[in-house]
């Protein structure tokens, strides 16, 4: 079964770090895309990072670019986002997608219906 699990939300106070870990199981991230999006109740789901296994290529959403750092563990089948300097308006629902495309394209970041695959959401909540 294909899979993805998203982990590592959590409470932490303005300023801090959290990472947050996407792990696949029943496939590879190879040829893959892989996203993190984040969501408020009744806000859409807004594009934070993606990352290209394939090459490594990345985009960042303007408002996180120099706080977080998106990354891939080719061994272990796992993206991660590294979150730092956190903001109360970091505080959001975090998932993570995949989809099979290895050619880079920022629309992927914008668009959450270009992904197929999907994880369960992780809570990040950052306090003021």
């Known amino acids: 079964e294909v899979q993805l699990q998203a982990s590592g939300g959590g409470l932490v106070q303005t300023g801090g770090s959290l990472r947050l870990s996407c792990t696949a199981s029943?496939?590879?991230?190879?040829?893959?895309?892989i996203g993190w999006f984040r969501q408020i109740p009744g806000k859409v789901r807004d594009g934070v990072a993606c990352?290209?296994?394939?090459?490594?290529?990345?985009y960042y959403d303007d408002s996180v670019k120099g706080r977080f750092t998106i990354s891939i563990d080719r061994a272990k089948n796992t993206v991660y986002l590294q979150m730092n300097n956190l903001k109360p308006e970091d505080t959001a629902v975090y998932f993570c997608?995949?989809?099979?495309?290895?050619?880079?394209?920022?629309?992927?970041?914008?668009?959450?219906?270009?992904?197929?695959?999907w994880g369960q959401g992780t809570l990040v909540t950052v306090s003021s």
């Open positions: 990352i290209w296994k394939d090459d490594g290529t990345t």
């Open positions: 029943g496939f590879s991230f190879d040829g893959h895309v």
């Open positions: 997608a995949a989809e099979r495309d290895s050619n880079p394209n920022i629309m992927y970041l914008v668009r959450p219906s270009y992904f197929e695959t």
